[in-house]
Nanobody
Framework: QVQLVESGGGLVQAGGSLRLSCVASGGTFSRYKMGWFRQAPGKEREFVASVRWNGAILYEDAVKGRFTISRDNAKDTVFLLMNSLKPEDTAVYYC?????????WGRGTQVTVSS
């Protein structure tokens, strides 16, 4: 399994932006699909965005047009740029990695959007 460490969370006003980063170690990063998930208080963890080894990208409908996922294989890092943030985006954001299913998870970074 690969080890994942997220950073970049924080408190931001509605309409603001944050960029999350996730650095991977202990595996061949370029072979993994990388994903971002989030979990709000009292809710189940949900998919946000993913980028496969070949660059194919998926987004959850609620973040399309506002969030951008990208990866830098030279730095073993995946990013999530979040624009036009809304209070409903408040959650702990987790980075995940895997070749077929996601089998490695980070500890998460808190994102809080104030209204």
């Amino acid at each position: 399994q690969v080890q994942l460490v997220e950073s970049g969370g924080g408190l931001v006003q509605a309409g603001g932006s944050l960029r999350l980063s996730c650095v991977a170690s202990g595996g061949t990063f370029s072979r993994y699909k990388m994903g971002w998930f989030r979990q709000a208080p009292g809710k189940e963890r949900e998919f946000v965005a993913s980028v496969r080894w070949n660059g194919a990208i998926l987004y959850e409908d609620a973040v399309k047009g506002r969030f951008t996922i990208s990866r830098d294989n030279a730095k073993d890092t995946v990013f999530l740029l979040m624009n036009s943030l809304k209070p409903e985006d408040t959650a702990v954001y987790y980075c995940a990695a895997g070749q077929s299913s996601y089998d490695s998870w980070g500890r998460g970074t808190q994102v809080t959007v104030s209204s």
